[in-house]
């Protein structure tokens, strides 16, 4: 990341807008703002840090311009707002924060909803295309948690080399290297591994395995039922082929003929009969299944009853309709077209019945439902009559054929026990072909229901085949899953510690050596370590633990040593925004700082005071310096402007 | 850059694995300033488009 330029808009006392840009050449990559206390260094620096990530600036008191409130009337909304655009990974990004409030009548200033905060990326052609999760996007340039040591106050520079400080530098070291990434990373790698452990063990392993054995079986058994059955048929077939030759030869013996003839007139008529029997039989199961309403008979009949008995005591109206007896009043006429006169028994009985009707569509409701009920009941009538019928028919036909048969089988008696021995033995041979083929028919009717059965079980094998295979996918699946997040959970815990303490090693021999450049006692101090609790250490001549010993100068470059050190070994470009940075140095380390800094930052935001950066450090400094600014506070509106002093 | 030296750190695992470890550590992160992100179900996203793919390969390999 590489800031290039800021826009400030009513934040603090940059009142309306001031511009700044950051220098980020290779060579000139410095930029330095210049304010005496109070102009507004802190503020800039805050504007950066609230733009980025929002949150944690707001204990800073009102971010809102004080002169933009004032200049508001009540009612008016006031906008602040800050932008910055960047440079990251070879793209240009531009961030814009924005906070809008309603000037109240005490002049406090009522903040409307949350900061709005848009991201946008600038493509190559100039487009600005916007970023749906600019917060992530922050995180990944340059994550929230360890801005601090990038962007830090001056003041708390010298944190990381106080006596207690192992707990920072521990932390820094696990942000700025990513430590908490991998840790967060292994243990919900972990937790998905465990989760998809569990969910395995609730799995039906072997399920699809027994279903397919099953399905082969039943497929098999089925196979074999069926081949059963054609060649049944054909037994049947054969059987049958046999009987007619017997059936011809007996027609041709001369002592049989007659007997044969009359069998062969019997099984026609046997044959009719039975298919007039089916037919009658097919009719009684259509009507009877249809027929279901008949129950209601009784209640219908009920139901035509009491109308019609109140018909008859005048309760409700007659079958024909008010319109026409109000006509008949009216032309004091019968149906039959005989006049009556005013108060005979036919105009009383007519004026009766008009008394009595009812309102219009109650009327029409009552011969409606009265028709429709006899309609019914008509149908219900018909149907039984019909069912009596083919009930009676069916009686005779059953007893037709069973006289039918027993002449068929005196007919073959009479041919067995014929005194001819060929008439005899052939008749013989048609019995047992017919009781062959009797068999075969109850064997076709077994095969017939287990291969219905078969295939019944078969279609629900294949159903269940289907989502046992979905199942088994899902297993295969879920095992995959199980073996990959464990596997990659494990990897990082196997790297991690390899990991961790090389990072270590890297930082320390970086803070050593940036160490040994910046200070000014170097023959004093022969080493600096992190200890594996991460204790940042300085060890003197003597061979002696020197920290506690440090001065504040001393402590604050060796905080310096260690956060550029982190920026250098971590490779991660990025700006290096120092708040007051020198104010706590003498003139010589100051001047060994401003000589090395700018080389160990790929881009520095010096926000000094006037006594910070005069002489040699200004001297060291100059060759790098991009943009100067000055930030002029105007003690009549108390307003910052920011004025370039050099480009 | 820091990502490529942590990805650098896993290149004698299977590819597979090395998939996962890096869109993981991508994810936590963006949520890395949030005390305790909700990643369950990303994660097992990631897990599962590369599983998918992982069958997908075993399958191609038995046909």
């Not at chain 1, 899902?474 to 510690?497: G, N």
């Amino acid at each position: 990341m590489k800031f290039e330029r800021i826009i400030l808009e009513n934040f603090r006392q940059y009142y309306v807008q001031e511009r700044l840009d950051f220098a980020k050449d290779n060579q000139r990559r410095v930029t330095v703002i210049h304010g005496v206390n109070g102009a507004g260094k802190t503020s800039l620096f805050l504007a950066i840090n609230w733009c980025l990530y929002g949150e944690g600036v707001d204990n800073v008191g009102e971010l809102i311009s004080k002169e933009a409130i004032k200049q508001a009337s009540p009612g008016d909304t006031v906008t602040m707002s800050v932008e910055l655009s960047f440079l990251h990974d070879g793209e240009r990004y531009l961030a814009k924060r924005t906070r809008r409030g309603t000037r109240m009548l005490d002049g406090s200033v009522q903040i409307n909803s949350s900061d709005e905060f848009i991201m946008m990326r600038i493509l190559w052609d100039g487009q600005a295309q916007s970023i749906k999760n600019p917060i992530g996007t922050i995180n990944a340039i340059l994550p929230s948690n360890i801005r601090s040591y990038y962007l830090f106050d001056g003041e708390k520079i010298d944190d990381f080399a106080k006596p207690e400080a192992a707990k920072e530098v521990k932390e820094a070291i696990y942000l700025v290297f990513k430590l908490e990434t991998l840790d967060r990373a292994r243990r919900h790698l972990e937790t998905a591994a465990s989760d998809y452990r569990k969910e395995l063990k609730t799995s039906t392993t072997g399920e699809l395995l027994n279903l397919l054995d099953e399905d082969e079986k039943a497929r098999g058994e089925l196979g074999k039922k069926e081949n059963r059955k054609v060649e049944i048929t054909a037994e049947i077939q054969a059987a049958r082929r046999k009987i007619n030759d017997i059936d011809q030869r007996l027609r041709e013996i001369q002592n049989a003929k007659f007997l044969q003839q009359q069998r062969d007139r019997v099984e026609q008529d046997l044959k009719q009969r039975r298919s007039e029997l089916e037919d009658t039989q097919n009719l009684i199961r259509d009507i009877s299944t249809t027929s279901y309403y008949t129950i209601v008979q009784p209640a219908i009949e009920r139901a035509l009853s009491l109308l019609e008995e109140k018909r008859e005591r005048g309760e409700i109206p007659s079958n024909i309709r008010r319109q026409f007896v109000q006509d008949l009043v009216a032309q004091m006429q019968c149906i039959c077209g005989r006049p009556f006169t005013a108060g005979s028994p036919e105009h009383q009985r007519l004026l009766r019945i008009l008394d009595n009707a009812l309102p219009g569509s109650l009327e029409d409701d009552v011969l409606e439902i009265t028709a429709t009920l006899r309609a019914f009941n008509e149908r219900i009538l018909r149907q039984r009559s019909e069912l009596t019928i083919l009930m009676k028919r069916r009686a005779e036909l059953v007893d037709l054929i069973k006289d039918l048969d027993a002449v068929s089988d005196d007919i073959g008696r009479q041919l067995k026990d014929s005194q001819f021995e060929e008439v005899s033995r052939l008749e013989l041979q048609r019995e047992n072909f017919l009781t062959d083929i009797d068999r075969y028919n109850i064997e076709t009717g077994e095969l017939t229901r287990d291969i219905e059965g078969l295939k019944e079980k078969i279609a629900q094998l294949e159903k269940r085949i289907a989502q046992a295979r979905k199942n088994e996918k899902r297993e295969k699946l879920l095992s995959i899953k199980f073996d990959l997040a464990q596997k990659a959970a494990d990897a990082i815990k196997d790297m991690y510690q390899t990991y961790a303490d090389d990072m270590r090693l890297r930082i320390e021999g970086k803070t050593k050596e940036i160490f040994k450049m910046l200070i000014w006692k170097d023959s004093h101090f022969r080493d600096v370590c992190i200890s594996r609790d991460f204790e940042l250490e300085v060890i003197d001549r003597y061979g002696r633990p020197a920290r506690p010993e440090l001065s504040a100068g001393e402590r604050q470059v060796l905080s310096l040593s260690f956060i550029t050190a982190m920026s250098r070994i971590s490779e991660e470009e990025a700006p290096l925004v120092m708040d007051t940075p020198f104010g706590r140095l003498s003139s010589q380390p100051r001047n060994n700082v401003t000589r090395y800094l700018p080389e160990l930052a790929d881009q520095l935001v010096l926000l000094v005071t006037d006594e910070e950066l005069r002489d040699q450090a200004r001297a060291n400094l100059e060759s790098r310096i991009g943009y100067e600014y000055i930030l002029e506070f105007d003690p009549k509106t108390s307003c910052t402007t920011i004025v370039e002093v050099r480009r | 850059m820091l990502r490529e030296k942590l990805n650098q750190l896993f290149t004698l695992y299977d590819p597979a694995i090395q998939t996962i470890i890096a869109e993981v550590l991508t994810l936590e992160q963006a949520y890395i300033s949030m005390k305790t992100p909700h990643l369950k179900e990303p994660i097992d996203q990631i897990v599962t488009r590369i599983a998918s793919k992982e069958l997908e390969r075993m399958d191609e390999h038995k046909d």
